[in-house]
């Protein structure tokens, strides 16, 4: 199983981070109530603290890529190294306030806003979401200048973010998601019908399930696979496909979004006709950078064709490459390669598609 604490708190982290960037945008005096509200001072490194520390992709600093980093730009909510704090700390506390951690004393609301966004591959997949593949990210040893011009460019000027994440900032509410840490339950038992309610859909998820490769042996040579996909409540199925270990489905199944939507769930299961099917790996699709990004565009019609968000692929996810949000003739689609979780083997080739309420 996946870990259905872990998959929480990435829905929650994400959705949090978007906020934090939206936040970049806002005068600094609305900054700095964020953090005010919760300001009693906690000694020593905090345990929530310690434990995100050791993500790997925390063990970098998230600006050059120097091991071991032990600041960290709590509103940002990445870890950074000494030398890039020091930048971080030239730019002013309204935008990136440093904290060490181990010698600050740290707030519980600095603690949180760092546990939200989880660190530096959320961040980073906001922040240098648009970065060019020929910029040259500051090294451990680069000089004080690139690494001076590459933060500035990343964090003040935002030249990797897609500038109208702010600008439809105000449009959005993802507060009313964020608040309910135990979503899920809630979501089950009271909401589920309110949810059914078209006004509480935000768009809707079309999934092409392409093909799966090297799946997992279930019967004695073979497996009888098909997909199952779940959305909070909503569950969809593919056919069953006989004696294939590289089944091809091309099935298109469609989900509707619902305002507070967690991860996509993938499951691949063994039809057996005399006993429960087994299940054959699972995976999990974040759909925040899709969905953010096509709200952050607007009427995909009327755009030509280009890339407007990216899944990054990390270590605590199941893709296999950095999944790209295009928009290609109109239509905002994304490509994801998985790979199966929880079993010896298999991947899976998706094509989603966002379909906006008013299309
Ligand atoms: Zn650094």
Redesign the pocket.
Known sequence: MIDPNSSHQFRFKTRSRYNLVVDQGLPSEEMSNRYSKNDKPVSGTPRKLKELMLKSDNRI?A????PD?KWVSANIGVF??L??SDVHRRLGSDISKVLSVTLDEWSDGDIDSMVEVGGNSYANSIYEAFLPKEYPKPK?HSSNEDRTKFIRSKYELQEFLKPSLRIVSSKMSFKSCESGKNFDSSFNSNNSRKAADMGEFIGVLRVKVIRGTNLAVRDMLTSDPYVVLTLGQQRVQTTVKNSNLNPIWNEELTLSIPRCYGALKLQVFDHDVFSADDIMGEAEVDLQPMVTAAMAFGDAKLLGDMQIGKWFKTSDNALIKDSTVNIINGNVKQEVFLKLQNVESGEMELELEWIPLDA
């Open positions: 600093c600006d050059c890529g120097a980093p950074i190294c030398k890039c451990p």
